[in-house]
């Protein structure tokens, strides 16, 4: 028996875990970059992945390093108020490496929809966000301080994004010491990219999040048990990293439910584990399946289930021919949840469900929908 240990993993979205599964080399390459100087491709970067896969995570956390390093770290959302939100956050925190004549700049600042004010001091002319944000840049590259830029969930639809974009282009050609690392859901990426306004994106590094590879999982769990004070069977390890299929986020949940079985004992059990798991695919169902079926369409759902008669992979010939359209019908929808994240190609005409554990949920879903539409 041990007394009460505080539950060490964090299945809540943003959090950083004690240990990250399966993503050391891509914090590195980035982190390289930084210490590579100006023009090193890393300092562009786009994670791209299905909700639950780690971005907001990754992005917290190569902030985190960053900031370690001697770096000043910004991070938000993509949004309508992100320009003044960038300007707040860098003040706050470079005002150790910024003169005092710059932190009294004049700023404008948006709190609950209501346009703010604050002139400081009124010697200074208006400026442009761009010359505001260069002129800040300079004084903290000239102090031996880089920026690094986070922002989560893109959207092109947000002109301010592209502003920052467009910004940090010219910063890139000037050798400013600045990085930009983004993340969004595949379609919201592939929207962006296609945009003609911001081309020069296309060039920026990009990490497709892919499921973690069992062993790294098995590695992660452990380590984390092990470092808050308690041990897991190597029987019961193993079956709860198998249950993850190498998702980030069900990796954070299953841990946190087999934690939380017998908190009393020193082992983590077999029984512990089974009990866990059940109730982790509960929360990830709630937590990121159900959002992900809502944003999809009639078709895209017909699609996913005409998927289902086939073991590992299906043909777009045999997808197209159970929903009862053309090929080239199917092939739109196709297309669609690829860039979802929800499938992916497995070779020339086939594809196979990519996101872990939503075919299994597909199915439920079929089988609930189909028991209601017949008052079952």
């Known amino acids: 028996m041990i007394t009460h240990l505080a539950n060490p993993f964090t299945p809540t979205f943003g959090s950083i875990p004690i240990h990250i599964a399966g993503r050391d080399n891509i914090i590195h390459d980035i982190m390289d970059g930084l210490n590579n100087g100006?023009?090193?491709?890393?300092?562009?970067?786009?994670?791209?992945?299905?909700?639950?896969?780690?971005?907001?995570?990754?992005?917290?956390?190569?902030?985190?390093?960053?900031?370690?390093?001697?770096?000043?770290?910004?991070?938000?959302?993509?949004?309508?108020?992100?320009?003044?939100?960038?300007?707040?956050?860098?003040?706050?925190?470079?005002?150790?490496?910024?003169?005092?004549?710059t932190l009294s700049h004049i700023s404008s600042i948006s709190l609950a929809g209501v346009s703010v004010s604050r002139t400081v001091n009124q010697s200074v002319r208006k400026s442009t966000w761009r010359s505001e944000l260069t002129s800040i840049l300079?004084?903290?590259?000239?102090?031996?301080?880089?920026?690094?830029?986070?922002?989560?969930?893109?959207?092109?639809?947000?002109?301010?994004?592209?502003?920052?974009?467009?910004?940090?282009?010219?910063?890139?050609?000037?050798?400013?010491?600045?990085?930009?690392?983004?993340?969004?859901?595949?379609?919201?990426?592939?929207?962006?990219?296609?945009?003609?306004?911001?081309?020069?994106?296309?060039?920026?590094?990009?990490?497709?999040?892919?499921?973690?590879?069992?062993?790294?999982?098995?590695?992660?769990?452990?380590?984390?048990?092990?470092?808050?004070?308690?041990?897991?069977?190597?029987?019961?390890?193993?079956?709860?990293?198998?249950?993850?299929?190498?998702?980030?986020?069900?990796?954070?949940?299953?841990?946190y439910q087999i934690w939380r079985q017998n908190t009393q004992e020193e082992y983590i059990s077999l029984g512990d584990v089974e009990a866990g798991i059940a109730l982790a695919e509960k929360d990830l169902e709630r937590m990121i399946f159900e959002a992900t079926y809502r944003e999809l369409s009639e078709q895209d759902i017909a699609f996913l289930e005409a998927m289902l008669e086939d073991d590992g992979y299906s043909t777009v010939a045999n997808v197209a021919t159970r929903m009862n359209v053309t090929s080239k019908y199917a092939g739109m929808y196709r297309k669609r949840l690829i860039e979802q994240g929800i499938i992916s190609s497995s070779g020339y005409g086939k594809v196979a469900f990519d996101l872990p554990m939503f075919r299994e949920y597909i199915q439920r879903k079929m089988f609930t929908d189909d028991n209601i539409v017949h008052g079952i």
Do not use: C, Y
């Open 38 to 101: 100006p023009g090193d491709p890393n300092r562009a970067t786009i994670f791209v992945g299905a909700r639950g896969t780690g971005k907001t995570v990754l992005l917290a956390k190569i902030a985190e390093e960053a900031s370690a390093n001697g770096w000043i770290s910004v991070d938000v959302n993509a949004s309508s108020d992100m320009l003044d939100e960038i300007l707040i956050q860098l003040r706050d925190n470079a005002s150790e490496h910024l003169a005092p004549e």
């Open 138 to 255: 300079k004084e903290l590259n000239e102090n031996n301080v880089g920026l690094l830029l986070t922002i989560d969930e893109v959207d092109v639809r947000i002109d301010e994004l592209k502003t920052v974009i467009t910004t940090f282009q010219h910063f890139v050609r000037e050798r400013r010491d600045m990085a930009l690392v983004m993340a969004g859901l595949p379609p919201k990426v592939s929207s962006l990219l296609r945009d003609d306004s911001i081309s020069f994106l296309r060039r920026a590094f990009q990490h497709h999040l892919e499921a973690v590879n069992e062993s790294e999982v098995q590695f992660s769990l452990k380590k984390t048990i092990e470092l808050a004070g308690r041990k897991i069977d190597s029987d019961a390890l193993d079956i709860a990293a198998k249950s993850t299929k190498g998702f980030p986020f069900m990796i954070q949940l299953v841990g």
